[in-house]
């Protein structure tokens, strides 16, 4: 259980364009889901929580034009990276946590993104 | 001073040891604890999560949580090849919002 997906896996996009992330819980609901952003041999940056149906809340120093959230329903959550630069190419990494109870956070497999 | 203290290593041990990973934290409002494995280019996994102090085991896996010293573990026993992997501790408050806060990860070794 508590299985959390991720696509794409892989993205290469060119410089200039905007690129969707998608992210679903699927066995469990989920109140809240994160963004988190990754470098190489770092730990995990958190980029935004949003609640289902809510507006997300952004980190300081994480543009909220540029990072779109997108929190729909209970089990799906999107960011899309809009106008994307070389900089931003990173790990991205969504999670999940559950509906009730234990406040458990699951991750999905990540989405590598490269801009070209 | 970090929030939550984590040396990245690497640790490296042969196959069949026992492995001891560590966090030290600072704010003593964190009440749940967690462990995470991360495999190369792959998502965190949850491996144990554990609320306020004491011991919890599962499998090969052991967390301690020592919250007068604000310090936690994470010990694996009989060590496979298949450990190796980065283990991010996190922790959050009772109350608020809930967002933990991660360790940047230890980095461990178990060579044949």
């Known amino acids: 259980g508590a299985v959390v997906s991720q696509h794409p896996s892989w993205v290469i996009c060119k410089s200039g364009t905007s690129v969707k992330i998608e992210c679903r819980s699927l066995d469990f609901q989920a109140t809240t889901m994160f963004w988190y952003r990754q470098f190489p041999k770092q730990s995990l940056m958190l980029m935004a929580t949003?609640?289902?149906?809510?507006?997300?809340?952004?980190e300081q120093g994480v543009e909220k034009d540029k990072f779109l959230i997108n929190h729909a329903s209970l089990t799906w959550s999107t960011l899309t990276v809009t106008s994307a630069h070389p900089e931003d190419s990173s790990f991205y990494i969504c999670s999940a946590r559950v509906l009730t109870g234990t406040y458990e956070q699951y991750f999905g497999p990540g989405t590598r993104l490269t801009v070209t | 001073q970090k929030e939550v203290e984590q040396d990245p290593g690497p640790l490296s041990v042969p196959e069949g040891a026992i492995v001891s990973l560590n966090c030290t934290y600072s704010n003593s409002a964190f009440q749940y604890f967690m462990w995470y494995r991360q495999y190369s280019r792959k998502g965190p996994e949850l491996l144990m999560y554990?609320?306020?102090?004491g011991n919890k085991e599962d499998g090969r896996f052991t967390a301690q949580v020592d919250k007068s010293s604000k310090y936690i573990s994470l010990f694996i026993r009989d060590s496979q090849p298949s450990d190796s992997a980065t283990y991010l501790c996190?922790?959050?408050?009772?109350?608020?919002?809930?967002?933990?806060?991660f360790g940047r990860g230890t980095s461990l070794i178990v060579h044949p």
């Open positions: 554990t609320y306020s102090s």
């Open positions: 949003s609640n289902e149906g809510s507006k997300a809340t952004y």
């Open positions: 996190a922790m959050s408050p009772s109350g608020g919002s809930y967002i933990p806060t």
